[in-house]
């Protein structure tokens, strides 16, 4: 994981990963209580029941937001809010925001999730905001250099 920097308007730490596979994300550190996250894949061919663990994993390390990019993004999104809701046997103490950019450029998703991916009730301060990319390492050096060089970033 690298930090990037922080967001202007909040102080709050950015940071890019590159994952191998969606697998790799069940092991993935978060670096704050709370995390915002850009999720970049492709992930039509990913079997629905890793994408609902990498999911769980995330809401049980502070996830509160998650934006989703790439071919696939639309089922990503729906299992991560199936996940939030989970069996319905008990009430979640997670209030996930979620949104899915199948429409938008890259460029868009990125703009979305830096300026307007704010959780509702969260100390922006003790928030991370986590840009994960899988599978594709071209993608995540353009991703890495997008963030970097953003109008909202102060660089590390």
């Known amino acids: 994981m690298k930090l990037l920097g ?74 991560f809010d199936e996940a939030e809701v989970g069996d319905g046997s008990s009430e979640s103490n997670v209030c996930l925001m979620s949104t899915w950019h199948s429409r938008d450029t890259l460029d868009e998703a990125i703009e979305f999730f830096l300026t307007w991916a704010i959780p509702p009730d969260r100390d922006l301060a003790i928030t991370s905001y986590l840009a994960v990319v899988v599978g594709d390492r071209g993608l995540y050096d353009i991703v890495d250099q997008k963030i970097t060089t953003a109008s909202q970033i102060i660089s590390a």
Not at 45 to 59: K, P, R, T
Not at 66 to 79: N, Q, S
Request: aromatic letters at 10%.
């Open 6 to 79: 922080e967001i202007k308007s909040s102080q709050s730490r950015v940071y890019v990963n590159f994952s191998e596979s969606f697998d790799s994300l069940n092991s993935l550190d978060f670096q704050a209580r709370h995390s915002v996250v850009l999720l970049v894949s492709d992930s039509v061919e990913v079997d629905a029941g890793v994408i609902y663990s990498v999911a769980d994993h995330f809401l049980r390390n502070g996830l509160v937001y998650v934006c989703t990019w790439g071919d696939g993004c639309e089922r990503v999104h729906d299992i």
